[in-house]
């Protein structure tokens, strides 16, 4: 039903930024959520942030809050995370994901998931 592709992926140094883009392409409907999860070798997958279509709420990991922002083009199905003030503990696969319904801090509630995007970030 939903194929979603990432890009937006590099190497940075520490202290920089990166925008990284998500599209939704298939037959959505206005009630669902997007938001990205990350994985780095030999770490379990975490919440970073998703972003409800319809209300446009946001909700955003402890450890990202006040660096990271998520935001969303509604005619384009695109979601974006602009990623500031980035940190090597940042260095991860970031997978953009998608779910019926409100957002949730659990992997197992999303439904569609991208191809993910390397992250790295240099000291």
């Known amino acids: 039903q939903v194929q979603l592709v990432e890009s937006g992926g590099g190497l940075v140094q520490a202290g920089g930024s990166l925008r990284l883009s998500c599209a939704a392409s298939?037959?959505?409907?206005?009630?669902?959520?997007m938001g990205w999860f990350r994985q780095a070798p030999g770490k379990e997958r975490e919440f970073v942030t998703a972003?409800?279509?319809?209300?446009?709420?946001?909700y955003y990991a402890d450890s990202v809050k006040g660096r990271f922002t998520i935001s969303k083009d509604n005619a384009k199905k695109t979601v974006y995370l602009q990623m500031n003030s980035l940190k090597p503990e940042d260095t991860a696969s970031y997978y953009c994901?998608?779910?019926?319904?409100?957002?949730?801090?659990?992997?197992?509630?999303?439904?569609?998931w991208g191809q993910g995007t390397q992250v790295t970030v240099s000291s």
């Open positions: 994901t998608l779910r019926w319904g409100d957002p949730s801090y659990s992997d197992h509630h999303y439904n569609y």
């Open positions: 298939g037959r959505t409907f206005t009630s669902y959520t």
């Open positions: 972003i409800s279509w319809s209300g446009g709420s946001a």
